[in-house]
């Protein structure tokens, strides 16, 4: 008898520390984040502060698996799979891969849109691209962060010291019409191209080069088949932290507010690590002797471009988003 009443009591014992667990059914939620670049590149570093952010404002059982250099496909692949809830549910996406799905949204970070840092920051906290951002969410995807802040220059095959000089550029420009038709207008041949096979291109002679921000230059090691960094100043940079919106309903109260959290944390911090390393990296590349920085007067080249953006602005509806950015110059 003493015997079955011990049995009885390791069973209930058991039992009642199992019934969290029963009662609620918590299995863990599995998360995946991902993104094409390498993962020393800033982009990576993001996804592992908005994990560990996440971990600690959500009390449930949650995994986070991430991923980077490609292994599970390109930006435009990770949209993709975000909006039909598949495969990846957050990653960062530049706008001008959402184009096909929304025209507005590479209006963000137009080049010459932004006068400053500082006029790129208050357009941001003014919530001056919240359309764009209820468009995309309609088409399946959440903005949950806002990172960049890179200032993107040309980076070249050959010196170019003038507005001139860019008609005898053949350059990759990103897979939007406006990245087409702006960087056309300057007198550039621009040749869209995946991001992934540019880095060859160059160095076979397809490409002169592309246009990109300091920390993309460095992780992908573009300096090496293009060594002239040609501070032409004329874009920066806007990167969202996206969600996938068919995953983030799926999720219980307690872990959206989280994931809300921890991207506007995850987006701060993409914002003022690349601002900061940007000028860091391009002094010790110059100091390695791996790149030579020229100097850049981007008057005329500002002129030729920002009719197109204005017509563009037109073309899309976004005739206010450009009369918000203006009035916070």
Not at 7 to 22: C, G, Q, R
Not at 57 to 68: Q, R, S, T, V
Not at 71 to 79: L, P, Q, S, V, Y
């Amino acid at each position: 008898m003493r015997k079955s009443v011990t049995i009885i009591a390791v069973i209930s014992l058991t039992i009642f520390f199992a019934m969290p667990f029963i009662a609620t059914g918590q299995e863990p939620i599995k998360l995946i984040g991902a993104t094409m670049l390498p993962q020393e590149h800033v982009y990576f570093r993001v996804l592992e502060k908005f994990s560990e952010v996440l971990k600690e404002n959500y009390d449930g059982p949650l995994e986070i698996e991430l991923h980077h250099s490609a292994d599970i496909g390109t930006e435009k692949d990770a949209f993709e799979y975000m909006m039909q809830g598949v495969s990846i549910d957050f990653s960062i996406v530049s706008p001008a891969w959402m184009a096909t799905w929304d025209k507005s949204a590479p209006f963000m970070d137009a080049p010459f849109l932004f006068s400053s840092i500082e006029h790129w920051e208050k357009c941001l906290n003014a919530g001056v691209f919240d359309p764009i951002a209820e468009n995309i969410k309609n088409k399946g995807v959440r903005f949950i962060g806002y990172g960049g802040g890179g200032v993107r220059n040309l980076i070249l095959n050959k010196p170019v010291y003038k507005t001139e000089d860019l008609p005898s550029v053949e350059m990759r420009v990103q897979g939007s019409p406006l990245a087409q038709k702006v960087f056309s207008a300057t007198g550039i041949q621009a040749t869209p191209m995946d991001y992934m096979e540019v880095y060859n291109a160059i160095k076979t002679g397809v490409l002169d080069g592309l246009e990109n921000e300091p920390a993309g230059m460095e992780q992908m090691k573009f300096y090496e088949v293009a060594p002239y960094y040609i501070m032409s100043r004329h874009a920066i940079t806007i990167r969202l932290l996206c969600f996938s919106e068919s995953r983030f309903q799926s999720f219980p109260p307690a872990l959206q507010e989280a994931i809300l959290k921890a991207g506007e944390v995850a987006g701060k911090f993409h914002r003022d690590t690349e601002f900061a390393e940007g000028d860091g990296i391009l002094k010790r590349l110059v100091e390695e002797g791996k790149l030579n920085v020229i100097e850049f007067d981007n008057t005329e080249m500002r002129n030729r471009a920002l009719p197109v953006v204005e017509e563009y602005a037109k073309e899309i509806g976004a005739e206010k988003i450009l009369e918000a950015v203006k009035s916070l110059q």
